[in-house]
T-cell receptor, first 116, second 119 residues
């Protein structure tokens, strides 16, 4: 089984400041890692994913994340945020194989609020 | 290429009624997942289906909930005799089959969700 912990439920930040949203996971099997963004009353949009290879992955909208296997973390970062980045962000993992390889386990979400 | 479609977007049911939520996956996608987002909680996996087969229903409540993905037509999540605790947003996601050229079967595309309110 897998579990995901997002360490901050809310993160306020000023526009153009850097931001880091933290995510830790636990799993007894190899996993793939994802970050999704959800704008109010909308579905989820994939920001980026880690499957294998380079531990630093870049996604859409200027976001990036680094996979740290020893710390079982997958923190999301952006060097300079915009007002439009205000949304809820979800970290998720899925088994990297097996019959349920696509089954996503989500963290509780982090609400990012960007202030002018 | 149209995205994942869900309907209705909003559904109001009285206690004891049935709710039917529909999900049309992206074209070419044969895997469908249903997730539930309860107020103040994150998204929870409910069920994973492929055409005409339930692959993993470990997240489905044991009673009143069922899901199907027929050979033709959308996937249906059915909730019988709804209770107030069923009020939530229900999201469907789809992914392509393994081996589909240019596709990443690990990447799920989410629909806009159906917001169920039980009164």
């Amino acid at each position: 089984a897998q579990s995901v912990t997002q360490l901050d439920s809310q993160v306020p930040v000023f526009e153009e400041a850097p931001v880091e949203l933290r995510c830790n996971y636990s799993s007894s099997v190899s996993v793939y890692l994802f970050w999704y963004v959800q704008y109010p009353n909308q579905g989820l949009q994939l920001l980026l994913k880690y499957l294998s290879g380079s531990t630093l992955v870049k996604g859409i909208n200027g976001f990036e994340a680094e996979f740290n296997k020893s710390q079982t973390s997958f923190h999301l970062r952006k060097p300079s945020v915009h007002i439009s980045d205000t949304a809820e962000y979800f970290c998720a993992v899925s088994p990297a194989g097996g019959t349920s390889y696509g089954k996503l386990t989500f963290g509780q979400g982090t609400i990012l609020t960007v202030h002018p | 290429n149209a995205g994942v479609m869900q309907n209705p977007r909003h559904l109001v049911r009285r206690r004891g009624q049935e709710a039917r939520l529909r999900c049309s996956p992206m074209k070419g996608h044969s895997h469908v997942y249903w997730y539930r987002q309860l107020p103040e909680e994150g998204l929870k996996f409910m069920v994973y289906l492929q055409k005409e087969n339930i692959i993993d229903e470990s997240g489905m409540p044991k009673e009143r909930f069922s899901a199907e993905f027929p050979k033709e037509g959308p996937s249906i999540l059915r909730i019988q005799q709804v209770v107030r605790g069923d009020s939530a947003a229900y999201f469907c996601a789809s992914s392509p089959p393994s081996g589909l050229a240019g596709a990443n079967s690990y990447e799920q595309y989410f629909g806009p969700g159906t917001r169920l309110t039980v009164t």
